[in-house]
T-cell receptor, first 113, second 114 residues
Framework: AQSVTQPDIHITVSEGASLELRCNYSYGATPYLFWYVQSPGQGLQLLLKYFSGDTLVQGIKGFEAEFKRSQSSFNLRKPSVHWSDAAEYFCAVGPNAGNMLTFGGGTRLMVKP | DAGVTQSPTHLIKTRGQQVTLRCSPKSGHDTVSWYQQALGQGPQFIFQYYEEEERQRGNFPDRFSGHQFPNYSSELNVNALLLGDSALYLC?????????????FGSGTRLTVV
């Protein structure tokens, strides 16, 4: 069975500081991996996805993620956080991008001025 | 280009009642998936519809049912509502032949069961 673990429920960073959100997954085959962002009361917006190729993936809003097969991880990073990045972030895994996805429990990011 | 549209945005129902939620997919998409997101949790897959048939189903009881119409829009029906059904219900659309392109999510319907 596939599963996703986001170990950090809440993270607070100062504006301008770097950010890393952790994601560990369990999947039997080569997975599709995703990071989504959700603002309060809103749906999910795709930040980036990975299936194959370069293990460092660039996304929207200055985010990137690195796939590490040996560690079953797909951590999300941003070099300098903006106040508008405050939101909930979800990592997800699936057999392909448009099929059933399994989401982690999410990490709530707060940004201090 | 309209994205995914869900209606209503909010509703309140009483235990034991039935509810219908609606979703219009993004223009050009032909596949609709439904997710349930309880407060403070990640979304959980309910089911997926393509060509008016349920293609995949998550671990949800058969109180949860759906339908897809010829114009690709979809409904989610929940019977005999329980307090635990209170959640944000998200609709996501995609193109079956281009599944690698991924989902577009709607903003959701917030269901409160009292």
């Amino acid at each position: 069975a596939q599963s996703v673990t986001q170990p950090d429920i809440h993270i607070t960073v100062s504006e301008g500081a770097s950010l890393e959100l952790r994601c560990n997954y369990s999947y039997g085959a080569t997975p599709y991996l995703f990071w989504y962002v959700q603002s309060p009361g809103q749906g999910l917006q795709l930040l980036l996805k990975y299936f194959s190729g370069d293990t460092l993936v660039q996304g929207i809003k200055g985010f990137e993620a690195e796939f590490k097969r040996s560690q079953s991880s797909f951590n999300l990073r941003k070099p300098s956080v903006h106040w508008s990045d405050a939101a909930e972030y979800f990592c997800a895994v699936g057999p392909n991008a448009g099929n059933m996805l399994t989401f982690g429990g999410g990490t709530r990011l707060m940004v201090k001025p | 280009d309209a994205g995914v549209t869900q209606s209503p945005t909010h509703l309140i129902k009483t235990r034991g009642q039935q509810v219908t939620l609606r979703c219009s997919p993004k223009s050009g998409h032909d596949t609709v998936s439904w997710y349930q997101q309880a407060l403070g949790q990640g979304p959980q897959f309910i089911f997926q519809y393509y060509e008016e048939e349920e293609r995949q189903r998550g671990n949800f009881p058969d109180r949860f049912s759906g339908h897809q119409f010829p114009n690709y829009s979809s409904e989610l029906n929940v019977n005999a509502l329980l307090l635990g059904d209170s959640a944000l219900y998200l609709c996501a659309s995609s193109l079956w032949s281009r599944s690698g392109y991924g989902y577009t999510f709607g903003s959701g319907t917030r269901l409160t069961v009292v």
